[in-house]
């Protein structure tokens, strides 16, 4: 699969046109390297891994599952994905996830009745499994909707590597500085 907007080609075309500007007229055996004497920029803050450990993303959507798939992994995260609430559930028993991306709307098993079941879950072992809503709905009442149905937090898509920054750097090594029990 190829990403458009990446490579080359992303610079701003006023960059692009200076490069070009320098080599015109000059023969292409007489242009030599071309140098750059702007002042460097910032680290872009997206390579940079700011975070680390395993995101479960419940997502059915394909093209949201690789965008957001994408983003976090480039926030330093191992992400596994489930389709599906039913999914997440045996998921969340066979593995240990320091968060939960859970759209809302899915076939099968929806967002709302898995995390209900994943909290149900919880009351027995203690735990606390920090859970983010993802979903397109953002009007009046929705955000409510997921706090009640036992999400912790809510995102809103289309997703945004600076929002899901954001969002789970309030929620990862959560256990460790709450001191609520770990999974497990």
């Known amino acids: 699969m ?17 490069v070009a500007e320098e080599r015109r007229g000059t023969p292409p055996w007489k242009a030599g390297p071309v140098t750059d004497d702007r002042e460097p920029e910032a680290a872009d803050e997206e390579s940079a891994p700011a975070l680390s450990g395993r995101v479960l993303l419940v997502e059915d959507n394909e093209m949201t599952q690789l965008v957001a798939t994408r983003i976090l992994s ?14 997440a559930l045996d998921a969340l028993d066979h593995g240990v996830f ?11 098993m929806d967002g709302y009745e898995a995390t209900r079941e994943i909290r149900h879950r919880e009351t027995a072992s203690g735990a606390h499994q920090p859970i983010i809503a993802m979903t397109a709905a953002a009007m ?25 920054r954001q969002v789970l750097g309030r929620w990862i090594g959560q256990t460790e500085r709450e001191g609520v029990p770990a999974r497990g």
Do not use: H, S, W
């Not at 320091?98 to 099968?108: H, I, T």
């Open 2 to 18: 190829r990403f458009l907007g990446f490579g080359t080609m992303n610079a701003p075309r006023r960059q692009r046109g200076a």
């Open 74 to 87: 480039k926030l330093g995260l191992t992400v596994e994905v489930a389709n599906d609430g039913l999914q």
């Open 98 to 108: 320091e968060a939960v991306l859970m759209d809302c709307q899915m076939p099968e």
């Open 140 to 164: 009046d009442g929705d955000r409510e909707a997921c706090l009640d149905a036992g999400m912790d937090d809510y995102i809103t898509k289309p997703v945004r590597a600076d929002d899901l």
